[in-house]
């Protein structure tokens, strides 16, 4: 059976990812750049990167097309326009590239941190109304909200089993 970890790992096979200072980088180059957010419409309205689109995972392979209700143009007319996907923490953006490629969009890149690294990185965040948020208030939107019975049940003593994204499971998440 595969876990999300395995799923990752695959689709880190095959798509390339940059770094914040890279978007950075390709913002400031202007052109045709699609910066694409693939959170929640919540998670997008909270903090997100001046300028992007949201279309969350869950409709993202008909957003790329025309003739359906979640269509947006500026994706289903854009497979030959480079695009940055993002997210919070880097790993849905990872998986909706791998999609996006495989719809045939030539130019897909994932962020590797997500919002989160864009932030810790010191860059402009903005809310839903388009007012730039402070570092440290988009750091408590951004933060983690795993709550204790979604964390992995211990391991029986002396077994080791790999935990979600590589961490064994007897090892507690990371806090931030």
Known sequence: ??????????????V??????????????AGDLIV????????FE???????????????EQACEW?????VPELAGGRERPIVVVCRSG????????????????????LKTGVRGWNDFEQPLVN???VPIDADSAERVLAPRVRPEQRRP???????????IGREADEPSPRR
């Not at 914040?20 to 180059?29: E, I, K, M, V």
């Not at 694409?36 to 998670?43: F, G």
């Not at 003739?67 to 269509?71: L, Y």
């Not at 590239?97 to 897909?108: I, K, M």
Request: charged share 25%.
């Open 154 to 164: 211990a391991s029986p003593r002396g077994a080791t089993s790999t935990g979600s």
């Open 36 to 43: 694409l957010d693939v959170r929640e419409p919540a998670e």
């Open 16 to 29: 390339r990812e940059i770094m914040p200072w890279d978007l950075r980088d390709r913002l400031a180059a």
């Open 46 to 60: 909270a903090a997100h990167i001046a300028g992007s689109i949201n279309v969350p995972r869950g409709v993202l």
């Open 128 to 130: 839903a109304a388009g």
């Open 91 to 110: 790993h849905r953006s990872v998986l909706a590239a791998d999609v996006l490629q495989t719809l045939g969009f030539t130019d897909v890149v994932s």
């Open 1 to 14: 059976m595969k876990r999300y970890a395995d799923l990752l790992a695959e689709a880190l096979a095959r």
């Open 67 to 71: 003739d359906f209700d979640e269509t």
